[in-house]
T-cell receptor, first 116, second 112 residues
Framework: DAGVIQSPRHEVTEMGQEVTLRCKPI?????LFWYRQTMMRGLELLIY????????DSGMPEDRFSAKMPNASFSTLKIQPSEPRDSAVYFC??????????????FGEGSWLTVV | GDSVTQMEGPVTLSEEAFLTINCTYT??????LFWYVQYPGEGLQLLLK?????DKGSNKGFEATYRKETTSFHLEKGSVQVSDSAVYFC???????????FGQGTRLTINP
């Protein structure tokens, strides 16, 4: 069974450019999460979806960030315009239900973003 | 709000040493508790979990017991190996929250 698939694995872009990160969750999972990992702030939840509907986007840093889930098998996280402080590892994760009740949340391998 | 606090890292041990990584939590309800592990260059993998007080989660020689009275979920292993070198994250998911809240992570290095 394929895990959570993210692309690109690595991206280097110039400040001001648009960045789009992509995620394919595990088939049958109805929750999808976007996390960001940095040395300074650790792992932060940016947004999560249930059945393709955004449930909590309180972690999205600012209007430059947007996330969509047009269908059950695809989600994007977009940064426009990108800034050097956006450099981080962005993880997508999915779950057959929420993390509550001990159901496992499965993580992708991450998209390593560097903005120069 | 909910939060998780882990012991400061990095932690460096010799092979076959005993490991403890402390984790305490704050939650308004009765959370499920998790330990995730992140190997270099990879995503997070679930190591073990516990869903109610006094439950013990275990996997690959690691154990953690859900202690409601001390709001703790300390990770232990009796004899660590070089291959255990990784970053370990304690996390909780509170009733109805449908998301994980992570601690800051503890980097563990095991020397041969």
């Amino acid at each position: 069974d394929a895990g959570v698939i993210q692309s690109p694995r690595h991206e280097v872009t110039e400040m001001g450019q648009e960045v789009t990160l992509r995620c394919k969750p595990i088939s049958g999972h109805d929750y999808l999460f976007w996390y960001r990992q940095t040395m300074m702030r650790g792992l932060e939840l940016l947004i999560y979806f249930n059945n393709n509907v955004p449930i909590d986007d309180s972690g999205m840093p600012e209007d430059r960030f947007s996330a969509k889930m047009p269908n059950a098998s695809f989600s994007t996280l977009k940064i426009q315009p990108s800034e050097p402080r956006d450099s981080a590892v962005y993880f997508c994760a999915s779950s057959p239900s929420g993390g509550y009740s001990g159901n496992t949340i499965y993580f992708g391998e991450g998209s390593w973003l560097t903005v120069v | 709000g909910d939060s998780v606090t882990q012991m400061e890292g990095p932690v460096t041990l010799s092979e076959e040493a005993f490991l403890t990584i402390n984790c305490t939590y704050t939650a308004t309800g009765y959370p499920s508790l998790f330990w995730y592990v992140q190997y270099p260059g990879e995503g997070l993998q679930l190591l073990l979990k516990a869903t109610k007080a006094d439950d013990k989660g275990s996997n690959k020689g690691f154990e953690a017991t859900y202690r409601k009275e001390t709001t703790s979920f300390h990770l232990e292993k009796g004899s660590v190996q070089v291959s255990d070198s990784a970053v370990y994250f304690c996390a909780l998911s509170d009733r109805g929250a449908q998301k994980l809240v992570f601690g800051q992570g503890t980097r563990l290095t095991i020397n041969p």
